[in-house]
């Protein structure tokens, strides 16, 4: 493999593990699943607030609706195999956005 696919991949775990964090976070807290329904409030300011958690949650709330629309309505394959490469991208961008943040904290602590 090489260095740039294991970044990539890296990338995506690393996506997807926080995405999963900040879901899990936000569900232990206030008791609900996160959802896109947050942005449906109007302009408030805890909509605003909900985005930047919203972004990088999205892979998480992606792959769990797919999921259960899978199981639930039956929903083809297809879809199922779009919505999980539009997540898997999503958390690639996301990762690496993660990343970059550690390496700059990195650098200023030390």
Known sequence: ?????????????IGFAVAGAISTGYQLVTQRPVSFR???????ASTFAAVPMLVFAAPFIIMRNTLRGRRIEGRRFEFVMIATVIAGVWS?????????????VSQLLS
């Open 92 to 104: 690639i961008f996301s990762g690496t956005v993660v990343v970059m943040m550690l390496e700059q």
């Open 1 to 13: 493999m090489s260095p740039q696919s294991v970044q990539q991949f890296l990338a995506l775990a």
């Open 38 to 44: 947050l942005l449906e409030q109007g302009a408030h």
